[in-house]
């Protein structure tokens, strides 16, 4: 059983989304940064659907009231194991009473980037056990439904952990590592306000009806996260995208990683959260392997968006799912009994 002491910000119970029912209004949701949870329920024996904790911007307490494993996806975030530090991509035995914390570090001023990427995410062996619902354990925040009472977690919560004897992980044995995804050339967000995360793009349906300005601009110009982002859209701002003609357009499906430009002219990168349909024009798509990288970037980051084939995409999705299964591979191979330790 897990006992949340503190939610912080926003946490709640999410597995890989709940997919193929966008004709029914329901969008995928799910884990953001599905990298860093598949990664993380990997690490503790559990397939990559297993449901876990996402957490953001930290600031979160949890007790964990029997012995378990877990793991956190994502960047360093100044956790701590019953005051000890732990780091992100690293599997833990766990004992009964012990209290995990992540209490990130706030910037040294305003105009500075927070020092740490959005989100964190909690896998526990055997994972967070709620009903499924749809064919998913995640919460539907906008509609109610799913994880934990269909809401964000609350301080004083009970979560159910799954059975893990039917995990590879045990709750005995060493902790052990890998190394971060971040080594394919995230820039960390610190004291640096200059740094920023490029995103790779297919052009979308309607690029061509933009003005050839507003093309260029989309790739050259760097683009800021505004506040006004969250689960169902990071909002940017930056050069005005114009298109040649402002004819009016039916709605149609849209999906996570489309970017909407409305009349503003200030796009819109839909995340899982979004509706499933929409009427303005998709300028562009992020390919869904780079998706990850933009749930951590934090607010007032910068964005650079760099043009993409079909065939760049395939492989990036190829690359990631090659970096999983090493993780599998490692796991499965691995002596329980023997301190085998993968550093970082």
């Not at 059983?1 to 193929?20: F, K």
């Not at 796009?267 to 869904?288: E, F, H, R, S, W």
Request: one cysteine or more; a positive charge.
């Amino acid at each position: 059983m897990i006992e949340v002491i503190q939610p912080g910000l926003l946490a709640s119970v999410q597995d890989l989304g709940r997919h193929g029912h966008c004709r029914l209004g329901i969008n995928p949701g799910g884990a953001l940064n599905t990298l860093a949870l598949s990664m993380a329920n990997l690490l503790v024996g559990n397939p990559v659907d297993a449901a876990g904790i996402e957490i953001t911007m930290g600031a979160c307490e949890i007790r964990f009231t029997a012995d378990t494993r877990i793991a956190l996806g994502g960047d360093d975030i100044g956790a701590t194991l019953d005051g000890k530090p732990i780091a992100a991509c690293w599997s833990i035995p766990v004992r009964a009473g012990s209290t995990l914390k992540l209490v990130p570090a706030l910037p040294d001023s305003p105009s500075q980037l927070p020092r740490h990427s959005m989100r964190t995410y909690l896998a526990v062996a055997g994972g967070i056990d709620v009903p499924v619902m749809l064919g998913s354990r995640s919460t539907d925040l906008k509609a109610g439904f799913g994880g934990h009472r269909g809401r964000a977690l609350r301080k004083g919560d009970r979560l159910a952990i799954g059975d893990a004897r039917q995990a590879r992980a045990t709750v005995v044995g060493p902790a052990f590592g890998v190394r971060s995804p971040h080594w394919r050339g995230v820039a960390l967000y610190d004291d640096d306000s200059s740094r920023h995360v490029t995103l790779r793009v297919l052009p979308g349906p309607e690029f061509q009806q933009f003005t050839n300005a507003s093309k260029d601009a989309l790739w050259r110009h760097a683009w800021r996260i505004t506040p006004n982002s969250n689960r169902m859209g990071y909002r940017l701002e930056g050069t005005e995208l114009k298109r040649k003609h402002g004819r009016d357009m039916l709605s149609h499906g849209v999906v996570p990683g489309v970017i909407q430009v409305p009349p503003s002219g200030q796009p819109i990168i839909l995340m899982g959260d979004a509706q499933t349909t929409g009427g303005y024009p998709k300028i562009g798509v992020v390919i869904g392997a780079d998706l990850w990288k933009l749930a951590q970037a934090p607010l007032n980051a910068t964005l650079r968006l760099e043009l993409c084939d079909m065939q760049g995409a395939l492989a990036a999705r190829e690359e990631q799912q090659r970096y999983l299964d090493s993780i599998r591979d490692a796991v499965a191979a691995l002596d329980w009994s023997r301190a085998m330790l993968y550093r970082k």
